[in-house]
Each structure stands twice: as structure tokens, then as C-alpha cells.
């Protein structure tokens, strides 16, 4: 996962720096964690090989994975193993191992930039004694060394020499490599950068990149290289792209003996960005320092001073211009504690207006909340009123028609002597029927004055003693008698005579539905006026 998100960084126009450099920056954060990782391996490992006293060849085996763990971790360590692996070897009485351990030995030596002694013992190698993988790493190494030292004499009359057989041996290592391996693409990257080929270096790095088991640590050390050619070619964008690529996979894999942070470095103090720079600085000098990468050490301090040179200038300059800020701000803090003690004074005379002021609008929005309640009060009367205004109009003209109708038949029916029809003329009138006709009429306008009365009135109880209507039904008496006292109808009395029930009737009615309530009996008709209208 962490591989493949670098891999993604490392594409082209994958990426911008800023996200890189901002990777590279919560990387650095968390070092001490992937530091903490690899030491967590060696314990593991060197546990291992102090419980293993009575098996030299175990023994041989775990010392060369530890001095794999230290050997671009830690000079120091990677040295002592070093012997220790020599020691085994002889022990072992294997002259092919001895050849192994001087060849792990020569690493760390050219790692921490001691040329002669790297060359001492990259010459009293016997080659024949290694493997085929083991050549290719020998003569590898060889050409990592004359390279390594032209670098560092930077002088033009040896030089080219020290180039030269660096290529050549490059080229004899290529002889022992499998084609297509990461081993084989490492040379050919080393034999572009010697030859200043761009494009046959940019070529394997593209390659490298889609190898199925490419390591972090393989990775940087690819990105790297290609940097360099980038640099060479006038692409300085794409060179600090890549060598932010390898940082990042440096900083992941606790590898101390590298170049790319202090590259960088010295990019972004060109670039003026003195911020990063420091940072990057510090932290390849602290890397080469824990490594004892000598060399380095010469490499980072010139540059390292001009940085922090640079940085004591600008503080020197920003400790200059916080003086002339501070005699400026003295002023002006005078001039503001003068205008505060006039406004403090204005102020004090504002708040006891303010306070005025409050208590008169507090006491003008509780008169506009009555207002208000009175307004919502009055606006619901003024419904109910207009709604049930034309109900009672529209119903008693009906009957004033009735008793029209009705005054005439009687009239025509006296007047003839018809006293038999006259009977059953007052025997066809059903008081029952017109009352609830009258009711029923009262129930339609109830609702659609008050639509959720039956919903809110339910509320009030529990769930087995709610109410349910029939389809055909509108409202039953005792929920009839709750809706003439939500209209302000709350005189027993009355309410008896309009239903054409006893008052005592009305009464139980009342006492039974209360008593199933699950409020008090004395706030449940508050809790019924409560019901809004439309």
C-alpha cells in the first residue's frame, strides 16, 4: 500500500511537489516510528543469533540479514557484523563465506566514505570463490567506488580515469546479471548517469517502476540517480520531483546513508525557500552523523553553513525590524490608551442609555407578545365566528322554509276541515331525525374548522382508550360535548339543551371521559381549549 502510493507520486505529472513536499514533511514527523521499526527487527534478529550459540551456520545466515538491516542504517553496527560475519566464516572454515564477508565489508566501508580501505579490501577478493549473484554485487561495487571517488576529489585530470574504469567495471557486472532484474536495471541506470544519457536512463527507471516486487529502498535509490540526470538536463522541476520521491521512501525505510534530503536541500535554498531547507539540512546532517557517512559529513557542512548563514541573516534582519515594530506599536499604544480612556468614558454613558433603551424595548415586546396572543386570540374567534355565521344562516333559513311550508299545509288543511291529515301532517315530523340532521351539520363545520381536534383530542389518552370513527360517522356525543367547550360553550346547561340530553346526562359524560384521561381532571378542558383551529 505504501509502495504503490509512492509508485503513483513517482509517475509522471502524477503528482505536484507541493503534495510531495507536504508527504515528505509528515514523513519526517513520524521518523522516530520508522526508525522505531527497523530497530524492533534487528532486536528480533540479533535475539535470534545470541540464542543460536551452538549453530555457526544459523548464526552466519542471521548475521548477514542483520548487517542488512544496519548497513544504510548505521556504519558502526553494520562494521561490527561485519567481523562478526568474517569470524563465522573462519570458523566454518569456508573460504567461499570469508570472500562473502570481505565483500559486505567493503559496503559499509565506501558507505561511510574510508576509499582506501574500501579499495584494500575490494582487491583481496578472490572473485572466483563467489556466486554469480555475489560478481555481479563485486564488481558492482567497484564501479560505485571509482564513481564515488572522482566525485569526491573533483579534479579534472583524474577524473575521467576514475569514470572510465567505473564504466568498465559496470560493464563486467552486467555480465553476471539476470536480464530484467532490479539488479540489472541498477547498473544500467549507473552506466546512463556515467554517460550523461537522459533518455536511456529516464527508459530504466520507467522499467524499474513496474517491476512486481520493487522495494521502497530500491526505489529511492533509482529516483535519486535519475534526479541527477534531470538536473544535468536543465529539468530542475522534474529532478526535485523525483528526488522528493526518494526522501520519501529514505525516510520510510530508516535508510541514513543517502543523498536525496540533502539534495534538496541545497534545491531549496536556490529556489529561496529557506523554510524547507533548514528542515532538509538538519536532517541530512543528523542522518550522516548517526551513519558516520564521512564524506557526507564534508559534503553537508559547506552547505549547511551558507544555509544557516542565511537564516541568521534574516533573523538578524527580522530582529531589526521587530525593534523599529516595537518603538512604532510603543507609540501607537499610547495613542490607544488615551482613545480608550475617552471612549471607556463615551462608553460608560452609552451603556446607561443602552440600559434605558433595553428596558424599554423588553417592556414593548412583552406589550406586542399580549398584543400578539391577543391578535391569534381574535383572528380564531373571528373564524369560528364567520364559519358557524353562515352555518346557523344557512340552517335557519332552511327551517324558516320548513315552517313555511308547513304553516300552509296546516293553514289549508284547517280551512278545508281536513283534521285527520292535519294529524298525520304533525305525526310525519321527527324531532330525532332533525336534531341529527342539526348535529351532524354541526360535526361537518366543527371539523373543518378544528381538522386535527380528533387527533389532538386523542393525545389525552392511552392507546386502548382512544377514539375511533366509523366511516360514516363524525363525531360521537361525549367527543361532541369536549367540541362545544373547545367553542367556548362550557355551560353544562347549555350544552344539555342543544344536544337534547339531561343535564345529569351530560355530567357522566364529562366525568367518565375525564376520568380515562391521562391528565388531571381540573387541566383537562384547559388542555381542550388549547386545540388550534385552521
Given at each position: ?45 540479533t ?69 582506501k ?10 572473485a ?55 539488479e540489472?536495471?541498477e ?38 540517480t535519475?534526479?541527477y ?41 536556490r ?22 557517512a ?35 506599536m ?67 333559513s332552511?327551517?324558516?322554509d ?30 330525532k ?27 389525552l ?32 346547561e ?15 359524560y ?25
Amino acid at each position: 500500500m505504501l509502495l504503490s502510493s509512492l509508485l503513483a507520486c513517482a509517475g509522471e505529472q502524477a503528482s505536484t511537489t507541493d503534495s510531495l513536499l507536504t508527504e515528505l514533511n509528515q514523513a519526517l514527523a513520524h521518523k522516530k516510528e520508522y526508525d522505531g521499526q527497523r530497530l524492533n527487527r534487528i532486536a528480533v534478529l540479533t535475539a535470534d543469533f545470541a540464542a543460536l550459540e551452538a549453530n555457526d551456520n544459523a548464526r552466519f545466515g542471521l548475521a548477514l540479514r542483520i548487517y542488512d538491516e544496519y548497513k544504510a542504517f548505521k556504519y558502526d553496527s553494520a562494521f561490527v557484523y561485519c567481523q562478526k560475519i568474517r569470524q563465522l566464516a573462519k570458523k566454518l572454515r569456508s573460504p567461499e563465506k570469508l570472500e562473502v564477508a570481505k565483500l559486505k565489508l567493503a559496503f559499509v566501508l565506501l558507505s561511510s566514505g574510508l576509499f582506501k580501505e574500501t579499495f584494500e579490501t575490494l582487491d583481496s577478493i578472490n572473485a572466483r570463490r563467489l556466486t554469480l549473484p555475489d560478481k555481479q554485487s563485486l564488481y558492482f561495487l567497484k564501479a560505485r567506488a571509482y564513481s564515488d571517488l572522482g566525485n569526491f576529489n573533483q579534479d579534472q585530470t583524474y577524473r575521467p580515469a576514475y569514470y572510465a574504469k567505473a564504466l568498465a567495471y559496470a560493464d563486467t557486472a552486467l555480465q553476471f546479471c539476470r536480464p530484467g532484474s532490479y539488479e540489472c536495471l541498477e547498473v544500467q541506470e549507473f552506466r546512463a548517469l556515467k554517460n550523461a544519457d537522459l533518455t536511456a536512463a529516464a527508459a530504466v527507471y520507467r522499467q524499474i517502476l513496474r517491476l512486481p516486487r520493487l522495494t521502497l529502498h530500491q526505489l529511492a535509490v533509482s529516483a535519486s540517480t535519475t534526479s541527477y540526470l534531470y538536473e544535468q538536463a536543465g529539468q530542475p522541476e522534474k529532478a526535485f520531483e523525483l528526488l522528493l520521491v526518494s526522501a520519501i521512501a529514505d525516510v520510510k525505510t530508516a535508510t541514513k546513508e543517502t543523498t536525496a534530503i540533502f539534495k534538496l536541500s541545497d534545491y531549496c535554498y536556490r529556489q529561496g525557500d529557506l523554510k524547507n531547507a533548514y528542515t532538509f539540512i538538519r536532517e541530512a546532517r543528523e542522518n550522516a552523523t548517526f551513519y558516520k557517512a564521512r564524506q557526507r559529513q564534508i559534503e553537508i557542512s559547506h552547505v549547511s553553513s551558507i544555509i544557516e548563514g542565511q537564516k541568521i541573516n534574516i533573523i538578524e534582519n527580522q530582529r531589526k525590524s521587530l525593534r523599529t515594530y516595537a518603538i512604532v506599536m510603543t507609540l501607537l499604544a499610547g495613542v490607544v490608551i488615551a482613545f480608550a480612556v475617552v471612549s471607556w468614558r463615551a462608553l460608560r454613558k452609552l451603556r446607561r442609555a443602552d440600559q434605558l433603551i433595553f428596558a424599554a424595548n423588553r417592556e414593548l415586546q412583552a406589550r406586542n407578545d399580549e398584543l400578539h396572543q391577543l391578535n391569534s386570540g381574535l383572528n380564531e374567534a373571528n373564524t369560528i365566528k364567520e364559519e358557524y355565521i353562515g352555518y346557523y344562516f344557512h340552517n335557519n333559513s332552511q327551517y324558516i322554509d320548513k315552517l313555511e311550508t308547513l304553516k300552509k299545509r296546516v293553514e289549508a288543511l284547517l280551512s278545508s276541515k281536513q283534521y285527520a291529515g292535519l294529524q298525520k301532517l304533525v305525526d310525519g315530523v321527527n324531532i330525532k331525525t332533525e336534531r341529527n340532521e342539526l348535529l351532524k351539520g354541526f360535526d361537518t363545520v366543527f371539523l373543518r374548522l378544528f381538522p386535527n381536534f380528533i387527533a389532538q383530542f386523542n393525545t389525552l389518552f392511552r392507546e386502548e382508550d382512544r377514539l375511533t370513527l366509523a366511516d360514516d360517522q363524525l363525531l360521537t356525543t361525549e367527543v361532541r360535548i369536549f367540541a362545544l367547550i373547545r367553542l367556548g360553550i362550557d355551560d353544562s346547561e347549555q350544552i344539555s339543551r342543544m344536544l337534547g340530553y339531561s343535564i345529569n346526562t351530560i355530567y357522566t359524560y364529562k366525568t367518565r371521559v375525564k376520568n380515562r384521561s391521562l391528565v388531571p381532571n381540573e387541566e383537562f378542558e384547559a388542555r381542550i381549549l388549547a386545540i388550534e383551529a385552521v
